[in-house]
């Protein structure tokens, strides 16, 4: 079976760099890696994604092991406002899409 | 503002009825999907489709039910055969240019037994 293993729960510092680790057992070739973040009863909100090499955007960086079995989501200086579930996912060679249960970050003032 | 539209909120079930929770997207996505979420647990796929007219099971499909009659609509039926239907209902869109493309999720629907 697909599967996506993170870390249950991680703690940051505030102003602190945070690194969510993700594995990816079963990832092909040409499935992306996707990191989604969730609030309380909210539905899941993009964050960032990549294929190969490393990726930057606004919120965060993504970090893509060499034989992408493995990935990081790093966030540069943690906030209060980062506070939620985050959740690493790929593509399952069609329109599937294979999630982790979850790393809820909790960042301490 | 595009988006998808989740509907009702909160939804109520008695023993043996059927329910249906509503999902419309005006993103112009060809593709939608349809998750459910247990408390502290991830997300599971129930059902998606890929165009109007065509769907296909997720890994957890007994017991639901699905429509694609339109683009912009994908409602959701839970039938009395779901003995276990209390969860965090969660619908999504992709891009129609291909599955590299992030998903755009809707706020949910929580539904519970009476």
């Known amino acids: 079976d697909a599967k996506t293993t993170q870390p249950n729960s991680m703690e940051s510092n505030e102003e602190e760099p945070v690194h969510l680790p993700c594995n990816h057992s079963t990832i092909s070739g040409t499935d992306y890696i996707h990191w989604y973040r969730q609030l309380p009863s909210q539905g899941p909100e993009y964050v960032i994604h990549g294929l190969t090499s490393n990726v930057n955007n606004r919120m965060a960086s993504l970090a893509i092991a060499e034989d992408r079995k493995s990935s990081t989501l790093i966030l540069h200086r943690a906030t209060l406002r980062d506070a939620a579930v985050y959740y690493c996912t790929h593509s399952s060679g069609t329109y599937k899409y294979i999630f982790g249960t979850g790393t809820r970050l909790k960042v301490l003032a | 503002d595009g988006g998808i539209t989740q509907s009702p909120k909160y939804l109520f079930r008695k023993e043996g009825q059927n329910v249906t929770l509503s999902c419309e997207q005006n993103l112009n996505h060809d593709a939608m999907y349809w998750y459910r979420q247990d408390p502290g647990q991830g997300l599971r796929l129930i059902y998606y489709?890929?165009?109007?007219?065509?769907?296909q099971k997720g890994d957890i499909a007994e017991g639901y039910s699905v429509s694609r009659e339109k683009k912009e609509s994908f409602p959701l039926t839970v039938t009395s055969a779901q003995k276990n239907p209390t969860a965090f209902y969660l619908c999504a869109s992709t891009a129609p240019t291909g599955f590299y493309q992030p998903q755009h999720f809707g706020d949910g629907t929580r539904l519970s037994i009476l």
């Open positions: 489709s890929q165009i109007v007219n065509d769907f």
